[in-house]
């Protein structure tokens, strides 16, 4: 099983790699096209910040400790709150930034919008919590809770397999979250351990709702397109 794992981590990496240099011929041509001034009016800093306890927070509120994580569409940061901000002084986050022109280059302007609005409505122990969600001119950040454990794929990687209580315990939580978002009409469509935390306690969270589909009425209504994660997506849907 360990080197199926590699194997996948392998061919991820390349499939990266290969996409990357697609994306950056793609964000040229739009930069050589496009201003600030073209962006929806939700990619504008006039647009309404989010935050879950009052504060009204910037980028100068937050030191930046290290990179977590690099995504398609920008970087995943372990920062912590200085004496700059008003409550929360020292507390440890991970603040998601994502390049305007990125996401207007590759069409993910729906996705994020999405992600942001499901954030802010889910209040779950299995789920991570948004915040803070605000913007400047080139930029979008999201600050969440910071999941000290790392992801699920990591540990997997690193034990290649899980007793059956373990297994057990991980599934009741993440059928609880799955429950959780079903409840408010909410389908994740991403679900795969890169996007399944650990916290110091051992409980799992998810997190990265970009493919998320919201607003649904869960008992008529039904989707339709293809996403997710091309080694996790079912063989005959592929």
């Keep these: 099983m360990g080197n199926k794992i590699n194997d996948m981590s392998i061919c991820s990496r390349k499939n990266y790699s290969a996409r990357k240099a697609i ?3 793609r964000l040229s041509s739009f930069v050589s096209h496009h201003s600030v001034s073209d962006f929806p009016n939700e990619l504008t800093e006039r647009s309404s910040i989010y935050s879950a306890d009052g504060d009204d927070v910037q ?3 937050f030191n930046l400790l290290k990179v977590l994580g690099t995504g398609a569409f920008g970087k995943v940061f372990l920062v912590q709150k200085n004496s700059r901000s008003p ?4 507390k440890l986050y ?4 994502l390049r305007k022109e990125y996401i207007m280059a590759k069409n993910q302007y729906e996705h994020t919008m999405t992600e942001r609005r499901v954030l802010e409505e889910l209040n779950s122990p299995f789920i991570v919590s948004l915040a803070y969600a605000f913007q400047t001119e080139d930029k979008l950040y999201l600050v969440m809770e910071y999941v000290a454990g790392g992801e699920l794929f990591y540990h997997l990687k690193m034990q290649e397999t899980f007793k059956e209580d373990v297994i057990r315990f991980f599934a009741s939580e993440i059928i609880t979250a799955i429950g959780h978002l079903h409840g408010q009409n909410i389908v994740y469509r991403d679900l795969k351990p890169e996007n399944i935390l650990i916290d110091k306690n051992g409980h799992l969270k998810l997190t990265d709702f970009g493919l998320s589909k ?5 008992r008529s209504e039904m989707t339709f397109s293809i996403c997710g994660t091309p080694e996790y997506i079912a063989p005959e849907i592929i």
């Design 59 to 61: 980028v100068s509120d």
């Design 23 to 25: 994306d950056d011929d």
């Design 94 to 97: 991970a603040m998601k930034v």
């Design 214 to 218: 919201d607003g649904l009425n869960m």
């Design 87 to 90: 409550t929360g002084e020292g």
